[in-house]
């Protein structure tokens, strides 16, 4: 019956293994986490949006790596040790899993992450092929809140909304449809504009050519 069963399995439905996003913490589970792909642990960042008022005058000048960072005084510092650690933890781990009681700052936490990754003084040290950042929420609600908040320090122009259920009116500009429909529209503009120089161009042309055969006849003209 094995042998039947395995003759008939067609051959199009059997493909080659190819490994899930995060196997081995998820499928083996590994317990350590290794640094993230984008990170050799020396690349030095902007910290400056965690920093506290007192502090970012003196300090936001100086790029520090992440293990520098976590021997820097939580006096200087906007997050509690909690907070902290797990910041820290999230830069230096290919994956993190940060969880707490309502109200401890795990949302909070995720958009200082969020700033700090998108910092233009950060974003380069990080990602070098110019990859979006992509962010996945269990509800509607919590993804409008947390775009919101990452609306504050971004710039617009960089946040697309995908999926329906949006109940702010503040993010319906970031949804994908009207993104699609703005750059149908700006390309339509651009190539109106083409055209219009294109017809210029053409006139120019027509007059240039005219006055060769004006000149050209003229010369005739003169030789016979």
Not at 51 to 70: C, G, H, M, P, Q
Not at 94 to 107: C, D, M, N, R, V
Not at 131 to 141: A, R
Request: with cysteine.
């Amino acid at each position: 019956m094995d042998q039947r069963l395995r003759g008939s399995t067609p051959e199009r439905n059997i493909r080659p293994h190819k490994p899930l996003a995060f196997q081995n913490y998820l499928v083996y589970g590994q317990s350590e986490t290794r640094l993230p792909q984008y990170t050799d642990g020396r690349n030095l960042y902007d910290f400056s949006c965690i920093f506290s008022d007192k502090a970012i005058n003196e300090l936001a000048t100086v790029r520090y790596t992440v293990s520098e960072i976590k021997k820097m005084p939580l006096e200087n510092i906007i997050l509690n040790e909690s907070q902290f650690d797990a910041f820290t933890y999230a830069l230096e781990s290919e994956i993190a899993l940060i969880q707490g009681p309502p109200g401890t700052g795990k949302s909070f936490i995720g958009l200082q992450l969020a700033k700090f990754l998108l910092d233009e003084n950060n974003w380069h040290q990080w990602n070098h092929h110019e990859t979006p950042l992509l962010i996945v929420c269990y509800s509607n609600h919590a993804l409008d809140q947390f775009l919101k908040g990452i609306s504050h320090f971004t710039s617009e122009r960089k946040i697309v909304r995908v999926g329906g259920g949006c109940q702010d009116r503040v993010l319906n500009k970031f949804m994908m449809h009207r993104w699609r429909k703005q750059f149908s529209d700006q390309q339509h503009g651009i190539l109106i504009g083409h055209l219009k120089r294109l017809e210029e161009e053409i006139v120019k042309l027509r007059m240039f050519v005219k006055q060769l055969s004006s000149g050209l006849a003229c010369r005739e003209a003169m030789i016979l």
